[in-house]
């Protein structure tokens, strides 16, 4: 049975097929057309045909590449001049960072001090700033949050920012 919404829940519409149309045509020549390999492996396990679709071949190694740049390409002009901040572990930094140098707008990942996987390197090497904040995603959910409201950057947090 499913919960009933409270107050504190946050309720996103879902994307309209318009919505999808417009993020193809923004997003050509942006993200790669990636392809689907068949996994003997998990088909043999699954007992059924499994496909995986290879989003590692993104430039971003990811498909966060997708929403991120989707996203700032629907801010204003003035949002654009005050610049984005995400708070991520990792893949939604790298896709923030680089659909921000593809767009010419300031980005600030925030990222956790222990992080030492390879893709905390591209947000770094994108030129883009960031930060070191605490050792829990919830740490930097609360800094982003905090950060000046009025003038100040757009928050792009990982699961509630609509398109």
């Known amino acids: 049975m499913r919960k009933k919404a409270s ?4 309720v996103i519409p879902g994307p309209t097929l318009e919505d999808f149309a417009d993020a193809r045509r923004v997003l050509t020549g942006v993200a790669q057309i990636t392809p689907m390999e068949l996994s003997r492996y998990l088909g043999e396990e699954l007992g059924q045909p499994v496909y995986l679709k290879c989003e590692n071949l993104q430039r971003t190694g990811s498909y966060k590449i997708r929403g991120a740049y989707y996203r700032m390409s629907k801010l204003t002009e003035e949002e654009k001049s005050l610049g984005v901040v995400a708070a991520s572990a990792g893949n939604h930094a790298q896709g923030v960072a680089f659909a921000a140098q593809e767009q010419g707008i300031k980005a600030t990942s925030l990222l956790p001090l ?11 090497r994108t030129g883009r700033m960031w930060s070191s904040v605490g050792t829990r995603y919830k740490n930097r959910f609360v800094k982003q949050n905090f950060l000046p409201s009025a003038p100040g950057p757009s928050g792009f947090h990982l699961l509630t920012t609509p398109m």
């Open 7 to 10: 107050k504190k829940d946050v």
């Open 114 to 124: 222990e992080l030492l996987c390879p893709s905390s390197r591209p947000p770094v």
